[in-house]
């Protein structure tokens, strides 16, 4: 029985015309790009343009996206910390990323010779939202927030103050977008960026 969604008929989904629009104006993966979305549209899935990416979505709920970063393009699966990996390829972007988990890929090549495993991630990622599965994520308090990030944060008026105030669900998407950046310059562009939302007791994408 499947729980938190209706059972779905297999079949070839649709093509958004958004994400041709993407794929268009895409240089540096565009093959790989086009290659994958292929293998994804057999999934019968819902093509979305979700964060400027193509997303592949059941009943609203996200399931994978395809994205590219200068070294590899990648699929990200929104709750692959829940899947088996048997061929231990997926990745975990950084410490702090609790859910998502990518695939990633660095020529065409690499994916053609790959699609039967593709294939078998993207049909267990299916199955695992079919069967209403959630990350039981960490609450703020678990945390082990980087000095730098404290550091920033209390060079703000008011913000540390406000920060503590946010539900836990909200503190936790700071935490982990804040954690996720590499460079201090970005690290104080973020927190600059969040700051009036913070101090108006808003979540990160609210």
């Not at 540390?160 to 690290?187: E, M």
Request: proline content about 4%.
């Amino acid at each position: 029985m499947v729980k938190g969604h209706e059972r779905r008929s297999i079949g070839v989904t649709p093509m958004n015309r958004r994400v041709d629009t993407f794929l268009s104006k895409e240089t540096k993966w565009r093959e790989e790009f086009e290659t994958l979305r292929a293998i994804a549209l057999e999934t019968g899935l819902t093509e979305d343009l979700k964060w400027g990416q193509p997303c592949y979505t059941l009943d609203g709920a996200n399931i994978y996206l395809i994205h590219g970063f200068k070294e590899y393009c990648a699929i990200l699966f929104f709750k692959g910390a829940l899947m088996k990996d048997p061929k231990g390829i997926l990745i975990q972007q950084t410490e702090n990323v609790q859910s998502s988990r990518q695939l990633r890929f660095k020529s065409l090549a690499e994916i053609t010779k790959a699609k039967k495993i593709i294939k078998s991630y993207l049909t267990e990622a299916i199955k695992i939202e079919e069967a209403g599965l959630k990350v039981e994520f960490k609450k703020p308090a678990d945390f082990e927030i980087p000095k730098e990030i404290s550091v920033q944060i209390k060079k703000i008026p008011g913000l540390s103050v406000a920060f503590k105030k946010l539900t836990p669900g909200r503190q936790r998407a700071y935490v982990l977008h804040f954690s996720s950046a590499k460079q201090l310059k970005t690290l104080e562009a973020r927190i600059a960026k969040c700051t009036p939302g913070i101090l108006a007791g808003k979540g990160l994408n609210e």
